[in-house]
């Protein structure tokens, strides 16, 4: 059992947020980038909470981005946020296929339809917020559009019950990384709607609204869940 330990960096609570959520295009957007992330890091770390927010925080990260999808969330004041989607269809991902066991845990769906979603990081200031929810969620969209099925993430302990509560389930153990240290591997089905709706993760919403974009004429009746019913 996985318990609370600290405040999650995208946890949700009752404050709504307005920010515009986009995709990395320029070189000026890299450049703020960079820069958001090595302030936001310092902070974190200034606060102790660096064990907490593993790798998308750690500015000592070689971690290469490559071709990697990196996804911003802006408000007037620039970046309030950012997530990093690393699909095995674009770039070899090398060692860390073999630390997800890939092949192992999403079968035929990889290379081809996997992907890693790393580097989450939410302003502090915003951490109260629904941001990071929107964040998630937004990539969760990416990942649909770009033909994924199986998506995989790394975290602690004081994590999992938050990427849980969007459908991530852990499958192979507590593993040791060379660069984060002891972590736990999670994966999502991004087609599982079944169980995303019993969760209620707020990617169901965006599941069935992908789906009703490829079947234009066909209407999906959203199905509620009865715990007596299995």
């Given at each position: 059992v996985y318990k609370r330990q600290a405040p999650c960096p995208w946890h949700t609570g009752s404050q709504m947020l307005?920010?515009?959520i986009r995709e990395v295009r320029?070189?000026?957007?890299?450049?703020?980038?960079?820069?958001?992330?090595?302030?936001?890091?310092?902070?974190d770390a200034n606060r102790r909470q660096r064990q907490i927010n593993y790798q998308f925080s750690n500015t000592t990260s070689k971690a290469p981005s490559g071709n990697a999808v990196q996804l911003i969330a802006e408000r007037d004041s620039g970046i309030v946020g950012?997530?990093?989607?690393?699909?095995?269809?674009?770039?070899?991902l090398g060692v860390e296929a073999d630390f997800y066991r890939m092949r192992?845990?999403?079968?035929?769906?990889?290379?081809?339809?996997?992907?890693?979603?790393?580097?989450l990081l939410v302003e502090p200031d915003y951490r109260g917020s629904d941001l990071?929810?929107?964040?998630?969620?937004?990539?969760?969209?990416n990942a649909l559009g770009a033909n994924a099925r199986t998506a995989f993430l790394r975290c602690n302990d004081t994590l999992v019950f938050y990427f849980a509560?969007?459908?991530?389930?852990?499958?192979?153990?507590k593993s040791w990384h060379a660069q984060y240290g002891e972590v736990l591997p999670m994966k999502l089905d991004l087609l599982d709607e079944q169980y995303?709706?019993?969760?209620?993760?707020?990617?169901?919403?965006?599941?069935?609204?992908?789906?009703?974009?490829?079947?234009?004429n066909v209407k999906i009746t959203a199905r509620t869940h009865d715990p007596e019913t299995p």
């Amino acid at each position: 059992v996985y318990k609370r330990q600290a405040p999650c960096p995208w946890h949700t609570g009752s404050q709504m947020l307005d920010a515009d959520i986009r995709e990395v295009r320029s070189s000026s957007d890299r450049e703020a980038l960079d820069h958001f992330r090595h302030r936001v890091s310092v902070m974190d770390a200034n606060r102790r909470q660096r064990q907490i927010n593993y790798q998308f925080s750690n500015t000592t990260s070689k971690a290469p981005s490559g071709n990697a999808v990196q996804l911003i969330a802006e408000r007037d004041s620039g970046i309030v946020g950012t997530v990093q989607i690393t699909y095995a269809s674009m770039q070899d991902l090398g060692v860390e296929a073999d630390f997800y066991r890939m092949r192992e845990a999403a079968g035929d769906n990889h290379p081809s339809r996997t992907c890693v979603v790393s580097r989450l990081l939410v302003e502090p200031d915003y951490r109260g917020s629904d941001l990071g929810q929107r964040i998630c969620v937004a990539a969760y969209r990416n990942a649909l559009g770009a033909n994924a099925r199986t998506a995989f993430l790394r975290c602690n302990d004081t994590l999992v019950f938050y990427f849980a509560a969007l459908g991530f389930k852990p499958y192979m153990g507590k593993s040791w990384h060379a660069q984060y240290g002891e972590v736990l591997p999670m994966k999502l089905d991004l087609l599982d709607e079944q169980y995303l709706a019993m969760i209620d993760s707020p990617f169901v919403s965006e599941l069935r609204a992908w789906k009703q974009s490829r079947m234009p004429n066909v209407k999906i009746t959203a199905r509620t869940h009865d715990p007596e019913t299995p």
